[in-house]
């Protein structure tokens, strides 16, 4: 693994070149990934390892340094470094409100409507690389050209919530990820949307990629079904009404189906409005966003071995591969959310995440007092 370490400042000043250092960095494809790596603090170029450099691995894995811990004993010693990649930046920003709105959109909201890409490009538009107050822009961060990806009418409200979140809302919706990559020779940073590649083994257009123990591409794997905290129908009540009429509630099925019978699981919330415009369509619109958190969880995990499908090459993160198992009859197709890579003396290793994260004891505890 080589590693490349900047610092940043009005561009990209190249301060050291490592192979020496070990440990894990992760891909996501819905929001910002991870670094968790080590190196011997002999190591040439080791005390660059600092917190906001800049680091790049293999040409092709960009990341901040934003923690260190140096070690060290009559032995010798280690810094072990984390961080984040890029698009950690998105989550340093707030969406800030306009002062000019569309015809019907909320006051006070920053409103945008069309392809989910251009949505999705608006906030970092907005609140990153051409802001109103210049000291919140990031200097050397451009937005590639819009493509018109994603759903046709798209369409977000948003609020001082921080862009990040935004655009993994509409990404998961729109099936779009996004990421920011730098480019050494212009000390440029480039954001943009991804669009995942179907491998599954039931279309025609890319070559399968199917993974399974049965055919040596996994070593192991756990797969997690839970449906006892979900929800599927929603009645919704529009919260902090000053006067009775005004606390209508409306009901919704979270995927426009109504569910009956032993499949109807149904919970009530509380919806916060602030609308000088449609209430009703805004209603819906802020609904349905805290409806997808009541999901069913379908979670897949993964150890790869490098074989035939081989990770970062053959598929990659945001695609949709086929994943099968003759012991517990398993055959389904799922996109990769998560692409971590493990390097060490023995060489490389990849675990993968398949679908949303099984719930944690807290997630699931959230679930059941309405969180």
Request: charged share 25%; proline share 3%; with cysteine.
């Amino acid at each position: 693994m080589e590693m490349r370490i900047f610092e940043l400042t009005d561009r990209l000043i190249l301060r050291g070149i490592t192979r020496r250092a070990a440990g894990s960095y992760t891909k996501k494809f819905y929001e910002f990934g991870d670094i968790d790596l080590t190196i011997p603090l002999k190591a040439s170029s080791a005390i660059e390892c600092c917190p906001d450099r800049i680091i790049c691995i293999d040409n092709k894995f960009w990341a901040i340094i934003e923690n260190w811990r140096i070690s060290r004993n009559d032995q010798g010693g280690v810094i072990h470094f984390t961080g984040s990649t890029m698009e950690k930046w998105l989550e340093n920003r707030n969406i800030l409100p306009t002062g000019l709105q569309p015809q019907d959109a909320p006051a006070g909201f920053d409103s945008v409507a069309g392809h989910s890409e251009t949505v999705m490009k608006h906030y970092v538009r907005n609140n990153l690389v051409s802001p109103d107050n210049p000291g919140r822009a990031y200097k050397l961060l451009q937005i590639a050209p819009d493509q018109s990806r994603g759903l046709a009418n798209d369409a977000y409200y948003g609020r001082f919530g921080s862009v990040h979140s935004a655009l993994a809302k509409i990404g998961q919706k729109a099936q779009l990820g996004f990421e920011i990559t730098g480019d050494m020779k212009t000390s440029r940073f480039i954001f943009d949307v991804k669009q995942g590649v179907d491998r599954s083994a039931r279309q025609t257009v890319h070559r399968p990629v199917v993974l399974s123990i049965d055919r040596g591409s996994l070593s192991s794997f756990e797969y997690v079904h839970e449906t006892g905290s979900s929800s599927n129908v929603f009645y919704c009540t529009r919260s902090g009404a000053q006067f009775e009429d005004e606390a209508f509630t409306q009901t919704y099925f979270l995927d426009g189906i109504e569910q009956t019978g032993h499949n109807r699981r149904e919970r009530h919330l509380d919806i916060s409005v602030d609308s000088d415009g449609d209430s009703y369509d805004e209603m819906e619109s802020v609904a349905r966003k805290d409806m997808e958190q009541y999901r069913e969880t379908q979670s897949f995990e993964a150890e790869i071995l490098k074989g035939i499908n081989r990770p970062g090459k053959d598929f990659n993160v945001g695609d949709i591969v086929a994943l099968r198992d003759a012991a517990s009859d398993l055959d389904i197709d799922r996109q990769i959310f998560e692409l971590q890579t493990s390097v060490s003396e023995s060489g490389e290793s990849y675990h993968a995440v398949f679908g949303s994260p099984a719930l944690t004891k807290f997630e699931l505890l959230n679930r059941k007092i309405g969180g």
